[in-house]
């Protein structure tokens, strides 16, 4: 079942601009990742934070977490057309380890 | 390294035909997951092993669907008698180990399957 909602669904940027979205959740986490995805295809693993986190970065992406409102969120700074892709945040909430996702999120850099 | 690789990446068949799609995990991985992803449903888990059981096959669709896992590696995912709404991309990815706060999952690039 799908825990992750991602919003904006959709959004359009130029190049160079930062993009923003955000991802909620229902139950108790051990950690949140975020995946890009092209062309439907594979998913590529952008940056896992923990339950006990707040905020993490890597190269251009900053990401933060909010457990008591059950929600985190992906920056990415200074976009470049290469960003167009779609975005999903997934909860690791089992003790298996599957993954939850969102809908995805569509973002289209303008070059 | 190599990643977790995927055969075969397209696999088109006929109603009521049998499939099975092959996963190699990242070497040392000792959890591997399958899950789907269709226009309908979004990404959706299908089966977990840990080394080569499998403790959660809650997310297979239907008895139809089965997995296994060889020598803690290899996965081959089979689909029998296959139905249009079979049709999805198949997705694999693995894990050092399984569940906590340290699960990064890396993902194959994907089976597309089309049942006609």
């Known amino acids: 079942s799908q825990q992750g909602e991602e919003d904006p669904q959709a959004l359009s940027i130029q190049e160079g601009e930062n993009a923003t979205m955000n991802c909620s959740y229902k139950?108790?986490?051990?950690?949140l990742q975020w995946y890009r995805q092209n062309s439907g295809r594979g998913l590529v693993h952008l940056i896992l934070i923990r339950s006990n986190e707040r905020e993490k970065h890597s190269g251009r992406l900053r990401v933060t977490l909010d457990t008591s409102k059950k929600s985190s969120s992906l920056l990415i700074t200074a976009s470049r057309a290469a960003d167009t892709a779609s975005y999903f945040c997934?909860?690791?909430?089992?003790?298996?380890?599957?993954?939850?996702f969102g809908k995805g999120n569509q973002v289209v850099v303008i070059p | 390294g190599a990643g977790v690789s995927q055969s075969p990446s397209n696999k088109v068949t006929e109603k009521g035909k049998d499939v099975e799609l092959r996963c190699d995990p990242i070497?040392?991985?000792?959890?591997l997951y399958w899950y789907r992803q269709s226009l309908g449903q979004g990404l959706e888990f299908l089966i977990y092993?840990?080394?080569?059981?499998?403790?959660?096959k809650s997310g297979l669709p239907s008895d139809r669907f089965s997995a296994e896992r060889t020598g803690g590696s290899v996965s081959t995912l089979t689909i029998q008698r296959t139905q249009q709404e079979d049709s999805a991309v198949y997705l694999c990815?693995?894990?050092?180990?399984?569940?906590?706060?340290?699960?990064?999952?890396?993902f194959g690039p994907g089976t597309r399957l089309t049942v006609l």
């Open positions: 990815a693995s894990s050092l180990v399984a569940g906590g706060a340290y699960n990064e999952q890396f």
């Open positions: 092993f840990q080394g080569n059981s499998a403790p959660d």
């Open positions: 070497s040392g991985h000792t959890a």
């Open positions: 139950t108790s986490i051990n950690n």
């Open positions: 997934a909860t690791d909430f089992h003790r298996s380890g599957r993954l939850a």
